[in-house]
Nanobody, 124 residues
Framework: QVQLVESGGGLVQAGGSLRLSCAVS????????MGWFRQGPGKEREFVAA????????YYSDSVKGRFTISRDNAKNTVYLQMNSLNAEDTAVYYC?????????????????WGQGTQVTVSS
């Protein structure tokens, strides 16, 4: 059974930075492609970033490209999301997710395992 636990959220001023972590327990974390999603108040869950199991490829939504960086440390079973130049529109609950099968998708339905989420609030 794969379990994902996010941490690192909080309150930050506009223009500030945060780094989110997602600790993954379960077999063979290094085999999983990983993704980050977010869900703002009254909004649908949206794709933020993804990284392949071997870190060769990363993907970003247009809204975060150039500001956010996804990375992973397979030795620590952890995936990260470095968020810079935050603005009020980044306020959301952030979730990490993993699919059972290899591949990339921006659709939440592609992912089988989800964390409980961590709140990020950006004050303007």
């Amino acid at each position: 059974q794969v379990q994902l636990v996010e941490s690192g959220g909080g309150l930050v001023q506009a223009g500030g930075s945060l780094r989110l972590s997602c600790a993954v327990s379960g077999p063979t974390f290094s085999n999983y492609d990983m993704g980050w999603f977010r869900q703002g108040p009254g909004k649908e869950r949206e794709f933020v970033a993804a990284i392949t199991w071997n870190t060769i490829r990363t993907y970003y939504s247009d809204s975060v490209k150039g500001r956010f960086t996804i990375s992973r440390d397979n030795a620590k079973n952890t995936v990260y999301l470095q968020m810079n130049s935050l603005n009020a529109e980044d306020t959301a609950v952030y979730y990490c997710a993993a699919p059972r099968r290899r591949g990339y998708s921006a659709r939440p339905t592609f992912y089988d395992y989800w964390g409980q989420g961590t709140q990020v609030t950006v004050s303007s």
